[in-house]
């Protein structure tokens, strides 16, 4: 197929596209290049897609309707996988106006330009923080997701609910996915265990919140692309569809930071920190659902994985 994917320089959207690759699909990919972080690592990620036979890497906003249209008319997707958005809990405290333009209005040009041409399913990202501060745990799709604790969470709930309308409007096929704190090598440099990595090495203490007392359902990116992969291929899915992709195995901050540093062979300092506004004190992904109707089956743990992501980190650091 010829499978649109926006937001191809970033993490978990270049891992994303590489898989389709590998599987022989074409993919046409989408990014604005923003400097939400560091863009040479943007521009890497997308440099190394660029090198790949049946791959074509644009640029432009999600919320420049006109560009979204004529991408559509020029390329004709048969399915679009949406990755693209505004990240980050806290950074949405300070700069609300970026995630009104990126994951609303951009969700809503995409779901248009799916309905106008003939798109036959929208994979798109949500996220675990919908569950918002809900006290039940593992957190399951059917659970209720009406007290968001961030404007980031409140829009990826709204992208849901306006997927939702679309399908029930417009008869195209929408798939929700519900992501639980992906790491891994080419990540994020504004999540923990990359800070922690880099303190660490600088000999900086780490701010731990909530004096450590929090758990996240860590899942290794190679999970979650296997998961958005069966998403966009997998048959029997309802129109509208949610899932959770987790690891359905929540680990403990501190046991976290100590992984990182066994694995880069320094003892940690620490800065105990109150928790911070938007913040959690835990995920839990329940993924019955994932692996009863995508075959979904997380299989790298926290250590091997974190391994993974320090080795990678200490060679892009010296490169």
């Not at 309707?65 to 949406?82: D, G």
């Not at 209005?105 to 399913?121: A, D, F, K, P, Y």
């Not at 990182?260 to 928790?275: H, Q, S, V, Y």
Request: charged residues 20%; aromatic residues 10%.
């Amino acid at each position: 197929m010829k499978i649109l994917v926006t937001g191809t320089a970033g993490f978990i959207g270049s891992y994303v596209a590489h898989a389709l690759l590998d599987d022989g699909h074409e993919v046409v990919g989408l990014d604005n290049f923003n400097d939400y972080y560091p863009v040479a690592l943007k521009e890497a990620r997308h440099e190394r897609l660029e090198a790949r036979e049946g791959y074509v890497g644009l640029r432009g906003d999600l919320a420049d309707l006109n560009f979204l249209v004529s991408t559509f008319k020029a390329h004709s997707p048969e399915r679009v996988c949406h990755l693209a958005a505004q990240a980050g809990v806290r950074y949405s405290l300070q700069n609300p106006h970026v995630y009104e333009q990126s994951n609303l209005t951009g969700h809503l040009n995409i779901l248009e330009c799916c309905r106008n041409n003939e798109v036959s399913r929208l994979v798109y990202a949500s996220s675990s923080s919908v569950y918002g501060s809900n006290k039940k745990v593992p957190f399951s799709e059917d659970d209720a997701v009406d007290n968001p604790v961030s404007l980031y969470a409140a829009t990826k709930k709204a992208n849901e609910l306006m997927a939702h309308s679309y399908t029930h409007l417009y008869g195209f096929q929408s798939v929700g996915l519900r992501f639980f704190t992906v790491y891994g090598p080419w990540g994020r440099p504004d999540m923990a265990y990359w800070l922690f990595t880099d303190a660490m090495l600088h000999g900086r203490p780490i701010k731990v919140f909530n004096h450590g007392d929090m758990k996240r359902d860590f899942t290794y990116i190679d999970d979650i692309v296997c998961g958005v992969k069966a998403a966009l291929t997998a048959d029997g899915l309802d129109p509208y569809e949610i899932f959770n992709l987790g690891n359905n195995q929540p680990e403990r901050l501190m046991s976290m930071i100590q992984i990182l540093g066994d694995a880069l062979g320094i003892e940690p300092k620490m800065e105990m920190l109150p928790m911070q506004p938007g913040d959690v004190p835990i995920t839990y992904a329940d993924i019955t659902k994932a692996q009863a109707k995508l075959g979904y089956q997380p299989s790298i743990g926290l250590k091997d994985g974190l391994g993974r992501f320090v080795e990678w980190y200490c060679e892009w650091k010296t490169d």
